[in-house]
């Protein structure tokens, strides 16, 4: 997929760097030269321009990317002016973070609101790429726990033919599963229940969460081969 990332601060970089590094095409764009020069080199292009200017604006291939992302944090002046010269441009697909005036940025009515992160750059990434949500807590700078919904690929395999812990380094230590079950005035419901113990018989089913802990390095292998 193509990106476009306007502004290249802590969260911009990290998902013009893992998005880059995932295989997608990112067009990088902020007012810094500096920042623009310390990207440049990891994504496909990237250019020093005023996104608040219409005309500098006009630079970018808005129409010809899957999505573009605001990521100008630290102004929040600029990033809803940002938006709005998007809007007035007609880009389909838009992404904003907002550091305090989330009520404004949602009158635009955008696919997305983010908070300015670097754990929630990287929780982006891997909903634009793995294309469902992940939850990760991070155990310190290298290693991480996370829980994600199974895809597709993996419905009806057996627990030890997924080889996470081979092939990616990633130890499976939990599957969530919601079953079907009928209460005592016959109503059904969906109750949800953790495996902690998954024998290697254990067959993955539509619908489950595998929750894995291990590198940020290996996780990024993981999705990248999905």
Not at 173 to 182: E, F, N, P, Q, S
Not at 186 to 193: A, P, V
Request: hydrophobic share 45%; proline share 2%; net charge negative.
């Amino acid at each position: 997929m193509k990106y476009i990332i306007i502004g290249l601060g802590n969260y911009g970089r990290v998902l013009a760097e893992e998005l880059s590094a995932l295989g997608h095409e990112i067009i990088g764009a902020d007012i810094s030269e500096s920042r623009v020069d310390s990207i440049k080199d990891k994504v496909a292009t990237a250019f020093v321009i005023d996104a608040t200017d219409e005309q500098a604006l006009s630079v970018l291939p808005l129409n010809s990317v899957d999505i573009v992302i605001v990521a100008i944090g630290e102004n929040f002046g600029a990033s809803v002016r940002v938006v709005a010269l998007l809007k007035q441009k007609k880009v389909a697909h838009i992404c904003a973070i907002d550091m305090v005036h989330k009520a404004v940025l949602e009158a635009f009515s955008l696919e997305k609101i983010l908070t300015p992160e670097e754990d929630a750059a990287r929780s982006l990434v891997q909903l634009l790429d793995f294309g469902t949500s992940v939850e990760a807590f991070r155990v310190d700078s290298e290693y991480y726990v996370v829980k994600f919904t199974v895809p597709k690929k993996f419905v009806g395999y057996f627990v030890n033919e997924l080889n996470l812990d081979e092939e990616f380094h990633l130890k499976l230590i939990g599957l969530k599963r919601a079953d079907k079950v009928t209460n005592c005035l016959g109503i059904s419901l969906m109750e949800l229940h953790v495996k902690n113990e998954l024998p290697g018989d254990e067959k993955v089913e539509e619908g489950d969460e595998l929750v894995c802990y291990g590198k940020y390095r290996d996780f990024q292998s993981f999705w990248k081969a999905i």
